[in-house]
């Protein structure tokens, strides 16, 4: 059975944490980044735990270098990153709805929001 590879940045806490032990209750080969190595090592330590393949990557997503190094790394250690449909949903969802306006909108996310019956426009 194929897994599928799944990077999940700001694991370390929050919605990334519970994000990367569901994925990894599922199977999913992961690697997780933050910009605290003892918590992410351990953290990588609890997922292996539940059975799952998983790496830790220091990365600071506010910097360019550090996100494409840490998406050469996901793909050099497993061959490949799958996109997850929910995520990017999820976050298409809230930048088209809180950041912005409907006319900055790529025109195939807006298409995709109006179809899944969602507004883009920030709410009044």
């Known amino acids: 059975m194929d897994h599928p590879v799944v990077l999940i940045t700001g694991a370390l806490t929050g919605v990334g944490r519970a994000t990367a032990l569901a994925f990894a209750r599922e199977g999913a080969r992961l690697v997780i980044s933050g910009r605290r ?5 351990a953290f990588v330590g609890e997922l292996r735990a539940l059975g799952a393949e998983a790496e830790y990557v220091h990365a600071d997503v506010r910097h360019e270098s550090d996100v494409s190094r840490l998406v050469d790394q996901v793909v050099e250690r497993f061959g490949r990153l799958d996109p997850i449909r929910e ?3 999820c976050h298409r969802a809230a930048m088209g709805r809180r950041f912005l306006p409907k006319h900055q ?3 195939q996310q807006e298409r995709d ?4 019956g969602r507004r883009s426009d920030p709410p009044r």
């Not at 190595?37 to 090592?41: F, K, P, R, V, Y």
């Not at 929001?113 to 899944?116: K, M, N, S």
């Open 105 to 107: 909108l790529p025109a």
């Open 113 to 116: 929001l109006e179809r899944e």
């Open 37 to 41: 190595d003892d918590a992410g090592q």
């Open 87 to 89: 995520t990017d949903r």
